[in-house]
């Protein structure tokens, strides 16, 4: 089984037992996240338990590409189990990141861990290559540390205090030695406060975010999963992953020498800089990029200062209101040491500010809010507030229904303080417009980008996919833009009109199929392969001849090298379908029906003209100038359509039989018929 080391580790934390799943039994689903849901299908009787509950199962997959080679596809990890973010159903859901826990995993000889039950005293996991061990938080004193102590009082328990360089031998199975420290995943404070913002974290600042499976850790009194491996990785044609690496840099990448060309679009050319422009005042120069293992183009920043390092995109955006741009990048890193997801906060934030200027705390309101909104803007408001959704009482250690209320999220908070339904609808209309689907923040506006509006709701989650729309102010004719990414995507290459998101076209057969391929193509070959969202796919490149990036030949290509499979594209796309379906088939089982999958009010009654879609104008393409809200009959007609793509049923959205038997899920539909859930 060249790519994987051929065994995933099994944790029961009830009975204390470690027990093995061969990699075989799964490998049809090529990793991450398609393993992911396998393993969960298989192992979760009852689908409609409570993410909390102790029956939830929560995998931490690699993939065949971890520790590899493969340029920005060698160091992520997908996490899958059932949530506690969203609302009113915490959905079977996922999160990613980055660093280089995947690939110490695989060199210790596991392809994923999963975790079962639930410990009768707080654990951590030791994993020496083929040793593992679940140890007892209290002799570390590890429980009640932020992400920063844990992480350095078992880096010093597993490999000494010598400096960072020399070698250790941290034993197990086949011995061996190594210069690494120990990549662990931790929980913070929050995440064992059981806080619905709690997030992993691993080093400085690469964090599973989305889904609060640091609270889930929480509830299973699971603090850290500590790993360090001395083994390496079975690779079918080193020469051929070489090869492909060199020219996928060579025509692809970024030049060292020109690292900000002067159209700022294409992806895997992509800037080596950090992302840390959200911050105000960033300087173009005073930090280096930080990188995940094999990636060619470290996207994170480290300072002279040192604060907020390795923070990422929108956690670096968190605090715009910072006084000092010291303020704005400490912000990061107290939400990564407390273990507290910055997507959520940043959005949260805005809303908290918001309410309050409303009226919407104080005396007359019966909201006691502990924050002083005078001092927003200043490290002592952020801190405060970190801490009350850590610790959920006042952020100065007193009790307050406040920081307990704010732990379940800004917008569960909002509907128990009764502001959703209240005397300020216009305040009410912004938060639900903040928080469009299953009560989780919106990020690209879902009026405008149809993969970004629809494939969330018809999913778990914000997809957090940056494919498609990166390249909207490139200095490319957008028709050609066009051909070019529409010739790739297999099965429905060719059909330009998956891109026209004109008023006309958005709830048609075609735009139904470019959703339903960006679902597939991000099942597999980003969150089940993990090929980096921020790199990959490369449809436009401007270093590349023609603009014509290289997707559709790289990602088989780098497959193949590493596991000497055949693999086409076209065959992992299918096989994301098969994914999407099975991921579809867990939320029907957990209690979906197509009359759920619907956005808040306001977003079919407030129009938003916030960014271009692409779209036909005239029998011409251009970036549409539009203002609207999503028309409620006509997105009804869209799922229909959608569903009817999808071999599901249309009037309830309950997957087939004979679908499910088609890709090989017949055991599926046994399951979702034994539950009166299998579409006509
Ligand atoms: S682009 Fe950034 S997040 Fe992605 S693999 Fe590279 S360093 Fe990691």
């Not at 599973?208 to 083994?231: D, E, M, P, Y």
């Not at 990564?336 to 918001?354: A, D, S, T």
Request: include cysteine; aromatic fraction near 12%; hydrophobic fraction near 35%.
């Amino acid at each position: 089984m060249n790519g994987y080391a051929g065994e995933i580790l099994r944790l029961d934390l009830t009975n204390r037992k470690v027990s093995t799943i061969p990699t075989s039994k799964y490998e049809q689903w090529g990793g991450g996240h398609g393993m992911g849901s396998a393993i969960f299908f298989d192992l979760v009787k009852d689908k409609t338990i409570d993410g909390f509950d102790p029956a939830n199962v929560v995998t931490v997959m690699t993939s065949p590409l971890c520790g590899t080679l493969v340029p920005a596809a060698g160091g992520r990890t997908e996490v899958q189990g059932i949530g506690v973010q969203s609302s009113p159903i915490g959905w079977f859901t996922r999160s990613n990141f980055g660093g280089r826990f995947s690939s110490q995993l695989k060199y210790a000889g596991w392809d994923g861990v999963v975790i079962e039950g639930k410990a009768d005293a707080p654990v951590w996991i030791d994993i020496r290559n083929g040793d593992v061990q679940i140890r007892d938080c209290a002799a570390l004193s590890l429980w009640g540390t932020d992400t920063r102590e844990c992480q350095q009082t078992i880096w010093s328990y597993v490999a000494g205090n010598d400096s960072y360089g020399d070698w250790i031998e941290p034993g197990g199975r086949d011995g061996g030695h190594t210069t690494q420290r120990p990549a662990v995943l931790t929980i913070g404070p929050a995440g064992e406060n059981l806080s619905r913002m709690g997030c992993l974290i691993h080093d400085a600042g690469n964090a599973a975010g989305q889904g609060g499976f640091g609270g889930v850790w929480g509830s299973k009194r699971l603090k850290a999963i500590s790993v360090v491996g001395t083994g390496g990785i079975g690779i079918h044609d080193p020469k051929a992953l070489l090869k492909a690496r060199l020219w996928q840099k060579k025509n692809y990448a970024f030049k060292p020498d020109d690292p900000y060309p002067s159209h700022g679009w294409g992806k895997f050319r992509g800037d080596p800089y950090p992302k840390t422009h959200y911050a105000k005042g960033r300087p173009r120069s005073g930090h280096r990029p930080q990188a995940c293992v094999g990636c060619h183009s470290g996207c994170r920043g480290r300072y002279e200062n040192g604060l907020g390092n390795e923070a990422h995109c929108t956690t670096t955006a968190v605090y715009p209101a910072g006084k000092t741009l010291d303020i704005q990048r400490k912000a990061p890193d107290l939400l990564n040491r407390y273990g507290v997801n910055g997507f959520e906060m940043w959005r949260g934030i805005e809303c908290l500010v918001g309410m309050n200027s409303s009226g919407a705390f104080g005396p007359d309101t019966g909201i006691d809010c502990p924050l002083d909104f005078d001092d927003y803007g200043s490290l002592a408001f952020i801190e405060q507030l970190v801490k009350m959704i850590t610790y959920r009482n006042d952020g100065r250690g007193n009790p307050s229904q406040f920081g307990d209320d704010l732990a379940e999220r800004f917008v569960r908070a909002a509907k128990k303080w009764g502001i959703l339904d209240g005397d300020s609808p216009d305040l009410a209309k912004r938060i639900l417009l903040t928080f469009p689907f299953w009560g989780l923040p919106v990020h690209w506006e879902p009026r405008i980008f149809p993969d970004w509006g629809f494939g969330s709701v018809l999913g778990d989650r914000d997809i957090n996919e940056h494919d498609f729309w990166y390249w909207i102010d490139a200095q490319l004719p957008v028709e050609e833009a066009v051909r070019i990414c529409t010739d790739k995507m297999v099965p429905f290459h060719g059909d330009r009109l998956m891109l026209d998101h004109s008023d006309d076209n958005m709830y048609s057969d075609h735009v139904a199929k470019f959703v339903s391929w960006h679902r597939y193509y991000t099942r597999f070959y980003k969150q089940s392969l993990l090929f980096c969202d921020d790199r990959w796919p490369d449809l436009l490149n401007p270093r590349a001849p023609g603009n014509i990036g290289s997707t559709g030949e790289a990602e088989p290509k780098f497959l193949n090298a590493v596991t000497g499979k055949n693999f086409t594209f076209l065959d992992g796309i299918e096989t994301g379908r098969k994914i999407w379906t099975l991921d579809h088939a867990i939320w029907t089982l957990q209690g979906r029906h197509r009359d759920m999958v619907h956005f808040t009010d306001p977003m079919y009654t407030e129009p938003s003209s916030d960014r271009q879609p692409l779209g036909m104008k005239d029998g011409k393409w251009e970036y549409l100038k539009v203002s609207r809200s999503i028309d409620e009959g006509r997105f009804e007609e869209f799922k229909t359509r959608f569903y009817k793509l999808q071999g599901w049923d249309t009037a309830s959205g309950f997957p087939t039989r004979s679908t499910l038997a088609d890709i090989g899920l017949g055991y599926v539909a046994d399951e979702l018929e034994a539950q009166g859930k299998l579409g006509a």
